[in-house]
């Protein structure tokens, strides 16, 4: 097998998706203490919950954002643009969505201030868009393996929200070609999304690799459309499933060493 491409996943692959929400929502939830003499902590626990209840319960698009993974935390900061009609109405829908998810939320504190809701509701979008964490492993081997491979990126979630958060992390130019569930309505673990991805790099699938930290998207999408896969299980978890990769690795750094060795294969 000559390995000519390396298909990579993006959160929590190269970068670190929940941290960085989760850090631009402790300095949102400060600003609660500043005001109303409440533990950020109190308001952090709940915003998650509230704001998750809201966007399943209440969205106009639910489906939509299921089909193509945008997650409730992605809806409290996320511009939505595009010519999709659901995402039009998404993008409609948002504001109303954001400021009831804080006020629920400081309801649960017995906080009953809208103004202040609508506050943090643009308070957060400003930290996030700030803070966009990556893997120290990971803009090492991109450089590395750009030199021999070529790399594209396959993601789920909305297109501009993704495109935005992979021009934040800086490893955007590393990529040959950039694929988002958002611009094509399908999501890993469909197959067809790794076809499309092989058809833009002119690459045939024996000649890809998958490497991604989710078995259940990454790893058993690729296996699908009959693409090679590397879990990259960064905290040496048990894998329970009946998924198998071709490959196992905690760091990236490791890439190099096992794709010599997959040649083999």
Request: aromatic share 10%; with cysteine; net charge negative.
């Amino acid at each position: 097998m000559v390995i000519k491409a390396i298909i990579f996943d993006f959160d929590d692959t190269l970068a670190v998706e929940r941290a960085s929400a989760e850090e631009a929502m402790m300095i949102t939830c400060k600003k609660v203490r500043q005001k109303y003499d409440v533990e950020p902590q109190e308001i952090y626990d709940n915003i998650w919950d509230k704001a998750r209840q809201l966007w399943h319960n209440s969205s106009p698009v639910r489906a939509y954002c299921v089909n193509v993974a945008i997650s409730s935390w992605e809806g409290l900061w996320g511009r939505f643009y595009g010519e999709d009609e659901n995402m039009k109405i998404l993008r409609s829908w948002v504001p109303t969505y954001r400021k009831q998810a804080w006020h629920n939320t400081l309801l649960e504190s017995g906080i009953d201030d809208p103004d202040f809701a609508q506050y943090l509701s643009e308070e957060f979008p400003k930290h996030r868009r700030k803070i966009h964490n990556v893997f120290g492993d990971a803009e090492p081997a991109l450089i590395q393996l750009k030199k021999k491979y070529t790399l594209a990126l396959v993601t789920n979630g909305a297109s501009d929200l993704q495109r935005e958060k992979i021009q934040g992390s800086g490893l955007g130019k590393y990529f040959d070609e950039i694929v988002i569930a958002g611009d094509i309505g399908i999501r890993k673990p469909e197959p067809q999304i790794f076809n499309v991805v092989l058809s833009k790099i002119g690459i045939q699938h024996d000649e890809a690799i998958m490497v991604g930290n989710a078995l259940d998207s990454d790893i058993i999408g690729a296996q699908k459309a009959g693409i090679k896969t590397i879990w990259l299980n960064r905290d040496n978890e048990e894998n329970q499933s009946d998924i198998k990769p071709d490959c196992e690795i905690s760091s990236l750094s490791e890439l190099e060493f096992i794709l010599n060795d997959l040649v083999k294969i």
